[in-house]
């Protein structure tokens, strides 16, 4: 049901949806006047079944809206033009009358919050949205990446896994040139020198 309120409150969202003039005759066929294009609000109190009053009221409040979708107000020649056309010997009790394009009783489907012709059309909007505990695209979260794989040991051909290659150690530490000196030149011991005692 938020999905639903969203859409009643927010015209961005019904901007969006508002070309889906094929949702109202799935609920209910929408009655058109002969030229197939305009239905009155007359016609339109009596598909959504809510008093005229009620329509004329959402109708004023959301003019603007409406009358970007299609929503006309005809009077003087236009009305006599129109009238000829579509509703002949009808005559009118003021000077002024109000036409909706199907696009524009699309719009009032997702204002009139009290019917339930425009509930059921709502509905049928969302789709997946509606039902409940649905969540909206804007709050779903990001899915979760992947975990990381950690790498797998190479196993050869005959199926036994090798150990990781380590390279070899010294046993010993390296000697410095000093103890290198040693090991090239043996030392010789401290004593007399060779052919007996020296001379006096």
């Known amino acids: 049901m938020l ?63 409406l009358r970007s979708n299609g929503y006309r107000q005809l009077r003087g020649g236009e009305l006599r033009d129109f009238l000829t056309a579509n509703l002949p010997g009808r005559r009118m009790a003021g000077r002024l009358l109000g036409v909706f394009t199907p696009q524009a009783a699309l719009v009032l489907a997702m204002l009139l919050a009290d019917s339930g012709v425009a509930h059921a059309v709502r509905l049928r909007l969302l789709g997946p949205l509606s039902a409940p505990g649905a969540v909206s695209p804007a709050t779903r979260r990001a899915p979760k990446p992947p975990p990381q794989q950690q790498p797998q040991p190479l196993v050869p051909a005959d199926g036994a896994a090798q150990p990781a290659r380590q390279e070899p150690r010294h046993s010993r530490t390296p000697k410095t040139a000093v103890g290198r000196l040693a090991d090239a030149v043996p030392l010789r011991r401290a004593g007399p020198p060779r052919g007996g005692t020296a001379r006096r």
């Not at 070309?19 to 030229?35: F, I, M, N, S, T």
């Open 3 to 65: 999905a639903e309120q969203a859409l009643l409150g927010s015209r961005a969202l019904r901007a969006a949806l508002c070309a889906r003039r094929d949702v109202l005759d799935e609920v209910k066929r929408l009655p058109l006047l002969p030229d197939r294009e305009h239905t009155t609000a007359s016609m339109l109190a009596d598909y959504f079944e809510v008093d005229t009053v009620l329509l004329h009221r959402v109708v004023r409040r959301h003019a603007g809206e």
